[in-house]
């Protein structure tokens, strides 16, 4: 684990706190090694944190402007859900994506436009509408994972077949012409984004240098990707599509007043959806497969096909392996929370990752063990929350969920091991943590 070497050094971020109320106590490393704490070892970062400060504590790093407050205990984090928009906005903790998501996107807008907005986008995503989708996601799972002999990144691999069901099931692309320029389009736009160094050099210069420099390469891609959409789009309207997808649904929206979705918002809600959906969906399935290659008795009982030990793998890869590790909200005003007032001009952040791994709550916290959720002893659910939760809580968790059991239920069928006996540890890839190792498995 890289530690954080402990200097006296105050970050000038540290003083942007407002107001009355103290920060609760954290690391007081210089912002720029918390930071690399944060994207190399994120899990093993809060776990120490959380170990040397208790909860909360306040972490800075350059992920965010400001200090961040972690809650994890269950009625702090109800709070933080709690928050009205007014008080902690919580797009404006994910304004950095905005050049990507665009002005209207439900990722960074707030309040009562926010509202309006999930309202719409989160149709497709209920009842008959989205079950007409598992076929074809069982489909492309099937076929991605009978290709597997040997050696496996499953964490490459699941971000090629999770993109691969956004772009076909979410974006609605036809055939093979299309599908291909808008999956390169997108892997140029998010590749950009994905490696270490790159983002921490975005983090901290979020500037366009011209074309060559990370920032520049990064927006040049985004158009290239805006306007294949546009097409698409164009193309969609002209000619509907009679397949079922969420791009289709999307097009029937209408809004209070009866008007149609414009482009500009149709592509603001595909881009959430895109960004919101690929890489934590890619970042979870590539831990079920690492926690799984590493529990052959897991694996044997969901050979059986019982689909409520499915369900609870999903929950328990979802809960020990979280892909997101916080949900944030910055605060406006000095408000109380868990008892304590915490000041204006800070990030207070539910830490799903420390919530969902509480030794005070979760009997063998650290264990990867389905059958918690089978076994009639009630698993402390309110902290069960790795879509986070109030109003922001994932739009796509549904989607998430039919997605995981496809692809485990087509897992269950694979002979796999480990590459290495040793479990991997997280680091950070862009929004989320992956395995370091990318979830290597022998398939044989
Ligand atoms: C296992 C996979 C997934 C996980 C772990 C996950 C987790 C999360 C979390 C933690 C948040 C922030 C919640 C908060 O701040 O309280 C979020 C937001 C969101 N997610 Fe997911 N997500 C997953 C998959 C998806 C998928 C597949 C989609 C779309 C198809 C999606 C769309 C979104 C959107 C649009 C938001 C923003 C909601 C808002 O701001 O109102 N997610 N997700």
Redesign the pocket.
């Known amino acids: 684990m890289t530690s954080a070497p402990v200097t006296e050094v105050r970050t000038p971020r540290a003083s942007r706190a407002r107001g009355t109320g103290d920060l609760p106590p954290g690391p007081r490393a210089h912002a720029v090694w918390q930071t690399l704490a944060w994207m190399s070892r994120p899990g093993g970062f809060l776990v120490r944190v959380h170990a040397r400060y208790g909860d909360p504590a306040t972490i800075r790093t350059y992920w965010t402007e400001e200090p961040m407050v972690l809650f994890s205990h269950p009625d702090a984090v109800r709070e933080v ?1 709690a928050l009205p928009a007014e008080i902690a906005p ?2 404006q903790s ?1 304004e950095f994506l905005r050049p990507f998501a665009g002005p209207h996107s ?2 960074v807008i707030d309040g009562e436009e ?1 509202l309006r907005e ?1 309202r719409l ?1 989160q149709k497709p ?1 209920h009842g008959e509408q989205m079950r007409a989708l598992s076929p074809i996601i069982g489909e492309l799972a099937g076929a991605e994972l009978a290709t597997w002999r040997g050696r496996v990144n499953t964490l490459e691999r699941m971000r090629a077949l ?1 993109l691969e069901i ?1 772009l076909r099931v ?1 974006f609605g692309a036809r055939d093979d012409g299309e599908f291909a320029r808008l999956h390169a389009a997108v892997e140029d736009a998010l590749a950009g984004v994905r490696s270490l160094p790159r983002v921490l050099a975005m983090a901290v210069v979020m500037k366009d240098l011209g074309p060559r420099s990370p920032w520049g390469r990064f927006r040049l891609a985004v158009e290239r990707f805006d306007t294949l959409l546009y097409d698409l789009l164009a193309r969609r309207r002209a000619e509907p599509d009679h397949e079922a997808s ?1 791009l289709s649904l999307l097009l029937a929206q209408r809004d209070e007043d009866g008007n149609a979705p414009t482009d500009q918002h149709l592509r603001d809600q595909l881009v ?2 895109l ?4 890489d ?2 890619a ?2 399935l590539a831990w079920a497969f690492e926690r799984l290659a590493r529990s052959p008795e897991v694996r044997a009982r969901l050979r059986t096909g019982e689909s409520a030990y499915l369900d609870a793998v999903v929950k328990e890869v ?1 809960r020990v392996r ?3 590790t916080i ?3 910055l605060l406006r005003q000095p408000t109380p929370i868990a008892g304590r007032t915490i000041p204006a001009g800070v990030q207070v952040a ?1 830490c ?1 990752w420390l919530a969902m791994r509480r030794p005070d709550l979760w009997r063998d916290a650290g264990a990867f063990r389905p059958e918690r959720w089978l076994d009639g002893v009630s698993p402390p659910s309110r902290s069960w ?13 549904p ?3 039919m ?2 059991r496809e692809v485990l239920r087509a897992a269950a069928r694979l002979d796999f091991r480990p590459a290495r006996t040793a479990s991997e540890r997280a680091r950070r890839s862009m929004l989320v943590v992956v395995p370091e190792r990318g979830g290597e498995i022998i398939v044989s």
């Open positions: 859900f919580a797009g994910w439900i990722l926010h999930r986008l995503f999770t956004m979410v969420v959430a959806l960004m919101g959906g690929h934590s969906s970042a979870s979802l979280p892909a997101l949900a944030p909200r539910a799903l929350i790795p879509y986070g939760g109030g109003v922001r809580r994932c739009a796509g968790a989607f998430a969920e997605e995981m």
